[in-house]
């Protein structure tokens, strides 16, 4: 799945940002590699927006360094990047098809370019009959269809979606998905700024974590997660399980009717999940017996916990 | 990026003028400038209109003839016939002004006993007219008593014009006309002023909207904010000049069409009124009073008031009026104090989230506009080359409007080489703290802005 052998597209090296009280980004750096979905993960007010607003050149990085493709990122860049902010908007009294017009050309393409794409999209979307309709017509989900297509219509090389699927019913959010794939089957790198969790682990390639201005996570999803796995097994089985042992530990142990029962059980050093089992066949019936890979919503929790001062936990608990 | 600037120009400008509420108020205001230019006229006609009094002259001294020769376009004298009474009961049935009364026994040397009637209340501008005319009756019969003849009374009858020159520092003369060179100092300064407010308040709106509508986060990732705010105040400049421009030819076009239409009854009842009421005894003379009449109605027609600055602008070139000097500044000042002011209402448009907030930001913005404006009226226009108007054509807050309303007074030159060298200082400065302010407070929200957080934007890095 990883393809990160090949030069990345878009380096970030040791990017610091100050605002007037507080760092905004302390020492930031992260590579996203070609063709790939990158997650940007960290919770509000960790950084993110202001690390995106640096990558799209709304604002400038205090000091560090920026790279698209090996070149220091300059304003030959915007038409290779698309960006579609958490903040949604457009001009409410433009008519679609000129609005698209519009930003297209601000990003490079020309007029003629830009009406055959948009007709292209359109189409796709089902919302041709919309395109002489003025914005603040349209229906919110509309607008943030018309915003995504605004978004990709120059063929980015490089998208930014923050939050891409707020907004978008679960229907929409699916075409949203297929067309994020397809993008980047078509070759392009997408950063992708979000709080779901599913749709990271289901769609990203590999993640970035940023907490309180700092990264503190970053990698393949899959290295992660292994990363992160700390040899604890999932047992599900029938008789009355009993574990004394110095090899093994009990974390969670639930019964069920009829003597059913699930447990995790954290190996401890030097014991194989062979061992386990061994040791389980001969007291009770087992049914199902996995190793527990830790999603990237525990990691991301557990992490930003991690590093955060022990008289934030409380908030963070309610805010998680 | 100089075409990603033309292009939010652009959109500034189609976008404006493609609105519904620009067509018709661009179609509707030159048709409320004729209405008013027609009223005006209308007034005036009524006002200064030809007055017909009537002479019933009963002395016998010949006073009523020399009373009708000397008819002037405003006041006419109308000899009748018949006892008082029914000259009484006369000028009221065919409304004149009034009637003069010269009794019989009239004695040239101590002349007693004459009597003006009039309806109502006699206003003492028509009283002076009529006593002025009887004066001069009065001493030409007396010179011709002494032996004048006609041709000497002719060359004695003395009509001084008096015409006004103007001097300058070299010693050149020119002929001055305090009229007109009020009149464009007016209508300039009326013009920047209109333009600026109208339009900075567009400039304001626009950028709120954009921020309100948060369409600002994605337009600066394609575009600087400098463009993206010079953009928006051209592409609004652009639209204010189309107005301007079609107000012009509109205003000029519907007073042309309209008010010959509405109007020309009134000069024709003029004109009529004058002939039918100057029988017989005066034909040698009524032609050419009715004509009079007539000319004078048409000089009050709005048509020509609407084009008097057109008017001006031939007659300056006649008159001691710097033309291109005028030309050059009004250019200078029209711009240098729009893109002052344009920047700084964009500015205000950047720091508020509110629309309703703009308030405490706009007082000291309008401040100095207003200020110049009526002290401009109050003031300078009275003493152009007094202290109050040098200060403030030099301050770049007010030298837009205030320099304006010098130009035609003639300024020298290097005053105005400072003042317009102060103003470009000025707009650099404004566009710069405008365009820092706007950088930051584009993308900030959910912020009451004070001024204290204003100044720190300043020195925000990039």
Not at chain 1, 44 to 63: E, F, P, V, Y
Not at chain 1, 207 to 223: E, F
């Amino acid at each position: 799945m990883q393809k990160s052998v090949a030069a990345p597209i878009l380096e970030v090296r040791n990017v610091r940002k100050q605002y007037a009280a507080h760092t905004a980004l302390d020492g930031v750096s992260l590579a996203v590699p070609e063709q790939s979905i990158f997650g940007l993960l960290g919770p509000n007010g960790a950084g993110k927006t202001s690390l995106i607003r640096i990558i799209t050149q709304i604002t400038g990085a205090d000091s560090g360094e920026v790279f698209f493709r090996g070149e220091k990122l300059n304003p030959s860049h915007i038409g290779d990047i698309g960006y579609l902010p958490e903040e949604r908007g457009l001009y409410k009294k433009m008519k679609v098809g000129e609005q698209l017009i519009y930003l297209a050309q601000l990003r490079g393409l020309s007029r003629a370019d830009a009406l055959g794409r948009i007709r292209k999209w359109l189409e796709r979307f089902d919302i041709k009959a919309w395109a002489e309709k003025n914005v603040e017509d349209l229906s919110k989900g509309m607008q943030q269809k018309v915003q995504f297509i605004a978004t990709v219509l120059h063929e980015p090389k490089l998208i930014i979606l923050d939050e891409p699927f707020s907004g978008f019913d679960p229907i929409n959010a699916n075409l949203i998905k297929d067309e994020i794939l397809r993008l980047k089957q078509e070759g392009a790198a997408i950063i992708f700024s979000t709080h779901r969790m599913e749709s990271v682990e289901e769609m990203c390639d590999s993640i970035a974590l940023i907490n309180r201005s700092r990264k503190v996570l970053d990698g393949p999803v899959t290295a992660i997660r292994n990363q992160f796995k700390n040899n604890t097994y999932e047992v599900e089985g029938q008789g009355k399980l009993l574990v004394v042992h110095p090899d093994f530990e009990v974390v969670e142990q639930r019964e069920r009717e009829n003597d059913h029962f699930y447990a995790r059980i954290q190996l401890h050093a030097g014991t194989t999940p062979n061992d386990l089992l061994r040791f389980l066949i001969g007291r009770v019936e087992v049914q199902a017996f996995r190793e527990q890979i830790p999603s990237i919503n525990d990691i991301f929790i557990r992490r930003v916990r991690e590093t955060m001062p022990e008289t934030l936990n409380e908030t963070a608990n309610a805010l998680l | 990026m100089a075409s990603k600037f033309l292009l939010v120009a652009q959109r500034e400008y189609l976008t404006r003028v493609r609105k519904r509420a620009f067509v018709v108020l661009t179609l509707l205001v030159p048709f409320i400038i004729a209405g008013f230019g027609i009223v005006v006229g209308k007034l005036a006609l009524s006002d200064e209109g030809t007055e017909i009094v009537d002479v019933r002259d009963t002395s016998g001294l010949g006073i009523g003839t020399k009373l009708v020769q000397m008819s002037t376009p405003q006041l006419q004298f109308l000899p009748v016939a018949g006892s008082l009474p029914e000259a009484k009961q006369g000028f009221q049935k065919d409304k004149h002004a009034g009637l003069l009364y010269l009794p019989e026994s009239l004695d040239v040397q101590a002349p007693q006993g004459v009597q003006f009637f009039g309806k109502g209340n006699i206003s003492l501008n028509k009283e002076t007219r009529v006593q002025k005319a009887l004066n001069d009756a009065f001493a030409e019969l007396k010179m011709q008593k002494s032996g004048l003849n006609q041709t000497q009374l002719d060359q004695l009858r003395a009509k001084v014009p008096l015409s006004s020159v103007s001097v300058d520092e070299t010693g050149k003369e020119k002929d001055s006309n305090s009229g007109i060179t009020t009149g464009i100092a007016s209508a300039l300064a009326v013009l920047i002023y209109f333009f600026i407010f109208l339009y900075g308040v567009q400039i304001m709106r626009g950028v709120g909207e954009e921020k309100s509508s948060r369409v600002m986060e994605v337009m600066l990732s394609a575009v600087k904010p400098f463009d993206l705010m010079m953009g928006k105040i051209m592409g609004i400049a652009a639209v204010g000049l189309t107005q301007f421009l079609l107000w012009g030819l509109l205003s000029w076009g519907a007073t042309a069409v309209l008010v010959p239409l509405v109007m020309q009854d009134e000069v024709g009842k003029a004109k009529t009124e004058v002939a039918a009421t100057s029988p017989g005894a005066t034909t040698a003379t009524s032609p050419t009073v009715a004509d009079q009449a007539a000319a004078s109605a048409d000089q009050m027609n709005p048509a020509k008031r609407a084009n008097v600055i057109g008017g001006a602008f031939e007659k300056a070139s006649k008159l001691n009026i710097p033309i291109w000097t005028i030309i050059f500044g009004f250019i200078a000042y029209f711009l240098g104090g729009y893109l002052l002011y344009g920047a700084l209402f964009g500015a205000v448009g950047a720091a508020v989230d509110d629309q309703t907030d703009t308030q405490q930001f706009m007082f000291p913005i309008t401040m100095p506009l207003i200020l110049s404006y009526i002290l401009g009226f109050s003031v300078i226009l009275r003493n152009p080359d007094g202290p109050v108007a040098f200060w403030m054509s030099m301050i770049p807050f007010t030298s837009p409007v205030a320099m304006v309303i010098r130009l035609p007074f003639g300024v020298p030159a290097w005053q105005l080489a400072l003042s317009i060298g102060l103003l470009i200082v000025g707009f650099v400065g404004t566009v710069w703290v405008a365009s820092r302010i706007y950088r930051v407070g584009i993308l900030m929200y959910g912020k009451k802005v004070t001024y204290r957080e204003l100044s720190k934007w300043m020195f925000y890095k990039g």
